[in-house]
């Protein structure tokens, strides 16, 4: 199984709404990782858990809350969004974060703030 | 043709011509670097890989070729198929002891029949 699922697919929230990213890996990965990526451009990192321990967090606004409750799990929690916040967010693992090793993404929550 | 500016670069290709996909990377310390394929509506696909002591890496009708020098890194793709169509990222890594996966901005490489 070499395979990072996300669900939703896509989602659509008011700004004034509470919702739930999700993501899950089964390849024993010790690395999560979350990215934004808007139109037409590449993605850009967000935060980095490392064996369940958050190790980055890109200047993220707070209104993006993540959380690692296990080695296979990873949540973007999102609250009070604004439509600029509308874009792809993809999920991604790689077996131990300082390694070189490829990273293995997910197709992404297609998330549109209205 | 290639274009820049706003708008994603663009190459085209005819189908069975090879493909050549270039990318400049910024940290000299970078030590491991990817190349990904993205298709619409999808996340990023893993094509191949390279490590910074070496200069070329060989896949299925893929080529790395890596200049330490000038910072460069190209994507050879050779008998370009409609199906080699999307957008293609390079990935830094940097040295380790760093969790970073850091892209380049992306070329669409278009697939003309």
């Known amino acids: 199984d070499t395979e990072v699922t996300q669900t939703p697919k896509h989602l659509v929230m008011g700004m004034t709404n509470k919702k739930s990213l999700k993501c899950e890996q089964h390849?024993?990965?010790?690395?999560m990782y979350w990215y934004k990526q808007k139109a037409k451009k590449p993605p850009e990192l967000m935060f980095v858990y490392s064996y369940e321990k958050l190790s980055i967090n890109e200047s993220v606004p707070s209104r993006f809350s993540p959380e690692c409750p296990n080695s296979s799990l990873l949540n973007l929690h999102l609250h009070a969004l604004q439509p600029e916040d509308s874009a792809l967010y993809l999920c991604?693992?790689?077996?131990?974060?300082?390694?070189?090793?490829?990273?293995?993404f997910g197709q992404g929550t297609r998330l549109t703030v209205v | 043709g290639e274009s820049v500016g706003l708008h994603l670069p663009t190459l085209s290709v005819q189908e069975g011509d090879n493909s050549i996909i270039n990318c400049a990377y910024s940290n000299s310390a970078s030590d491991y670097f990817i190349w990904y394929k993205q298709e619409s509506g999808k996340g990023p696909q893993f094509i191949i890989d390279?490590?910074?002591?070496?200069d070329k890496r060989q896949g299925q009708r893929v080529t790395v070729l890596l200049n330490k020098t000038v910072k460069h890194l190209s994507l050879q793709i050779a008998a370009t198929q409609p199906g080699d169509s999307a957008v293609y990222f390079c990935a830094e890594k940097g040295h380790s002891g760093t969790y970073k996966y850091i892209f380049g901005t992306g070329t669409r490489l278009k697939v003309l029949a």
């Open positions: 390849m024993g990965h010790r690395a």
């Open positions: 991604a693992s790689s077996q131990d974060g300082l390694r070189v090793a490829e990273a293995f």
């Open positions: 390279i490590r910074s002591n070496m």
